[in-house]
Structures are given as structure tokens and as C-alpha cells.
């Protein structure tokens, strides 16, 4: 029995949790409050949850929340099924 994913609305709200405010998927996460320490916060969230590292330049190839979002779905997704 493999764990659960987290769900697409699941992440944006870590995300939401550590910029401390509410998000939009058409919106820069730098722009809205996102710095390295809220970074830091998601991938040590992502990492603890789910046991996957994800490093901290996905941040800077796209920071559109809905391109993130899809990122991280992408690095948690199983292989192979």
C-alpha cells in the first residue's frame, strides 16, 4: 500500500501557509511574499510529507504558482505505473 499523494489544492495551500496569505495560480510567487525562507519552508514540507527532495532553482525556473504547482506534482508523481 503506498502513501497518498497530496492533492494539487493540498500544495497550494503549503504554499498559501508559508507566504501567509492566499494564492492564485496566475500569480508570481515572489510577488506575492515568496522569498528563500518560505522556500525553504515548502521544499522541508514537501520533503517531510512526501519523501521526495525538490530542489530550490525549481523556484527560479517559473515562479507562476500554477507552474510550480505543476512541478511538484510532476517530482511526486510514482514512476514506472
Known sequence: MSAQLPTRPVILGWFE???ER???EDQDYFDQGGDSLSTIE???RVEKE???AVPAS???D???VSDLL???LR???PTGE
Open 17 to 19: 501557509e508559508a507566504v
Open 22 to 24: 492566499p494564492l492564485r
Open 42 to 44: 515548502i521544499i522541508d
Open 50 to 52: 512526501c519523501g521526495v
Open 58 to 60: 525549481v523556484f527560479f
Open 62 to 64: 517559473s515562479s507562476r
Open 70 to 72: 505543476d512541478e511538484f
Open 75 to 77: 517530482r511526486l508523481a
